[in-house]
């Protein structure tokens, strides 16, 4: 009987879509496709995509218990985002200075107002939605980058 494990030879992060892949024998690309255009349509591919990363073993960890699997599953994730913050950290810190990180509370802020306001269906805000609030965030963002690089023009 065919079991679903996570692959280590066909891993871009977590090795889920190459196990998946493997234990459906179709490229892994398509399955890669597939989560990223759920994840971009409803989101539940991200969800999916982490589920499956906790809950499915590699090949070679045997007949380990669920509970081992899952927290194994679960520090492998904590130790990614760990070492994704730490490179990223340098980079923050070398940047424009405050103006990326009001680009980034702006765009966070954009999504979550999009986010809340499809959970609370509040129906003057039904036409909020991704698609008109993504692209006034793209222009309020290119206009402080624009408005930064000019800023830090003049510094010089």
């Known amino acids: 009987m065919k079991k679903l494990y996570r692959s280590r030879t066909s891993s871009m992060i977590g090795g889920v879509c190459g196990g998946l892949a493997e234990y459906l024998e179709v490229d892994p690309t398509i399955v890669r496709l597939g989560f990223v255009l759920l994840g971009l349509y409803s989101g539940i591919g991200i969800a999916a995509y982490l589920i499956l990363w906790i809950i499915m073993p590699y090949p070679d960890m045997g007949e380990t ?64 939605n991704a698609g008109t609030l993504m692209p006034i965030i793209l222009i309020i963002v290119g206009v402080l980058l624009l408005k930064g690089q000019r800023t830090n023009k003049r510094g010089e």
């Open 65 to 128: 218990s669920t509970a081992e699997v899952i927290r194994e599953g679960a520090e492998e994730i904590r130790d990614r985002a760990q070492e994704a913050a730490e490179s990223i950290s340098p980079c923050l810190k070398q940047s424009q200075g405050p103006t990326a990180n009001v680009v980034l509370g702006i765009f966070l802020i954009g999504l979550g107002v999009v986010f809340l306001s499809r959970t609370l269906n509040i129906s003057w805000l039904r036409w909020l």
